[in-house]
């Protein structure tokens, strides 16, 4: 099991995730994800990504 970490940044606190789990989801900087709660875990899922029409 791994760990991640709470950071304060100004106002905000942030959850940091590493490059590796980052690259697992495929998922970069401004991508949203939803979450919610169950059986006292916080659970995290990535919103689909949607094709831009040309």
């Keep these: 099991m ?3 970490e709470l950071r304060q ?3 905000a606190v942030v959850l940091i995730l590493p ?3 980052l690259e697992q989801l495929n998922a ?3 991508d949203s994800f939803n979450y ?3 059986d006292g875990k916080l659970v ?3 919103k689909r990504k949607l094709r ?3």
């Design 36 to 38: 919610n709660f169950g």
């Design 28 to 30: 970069k900087p401004g």
């Design 2 to 4: 791994s760990t991640l």
């Design 9 to 11: 940044i100004g106002d």
């Design 44 to 46: 995290i899922n990535q």
């Design 19 to 21: 490059q590796a789990l």
């Design 52 to 54: 831009k029409l040309p």
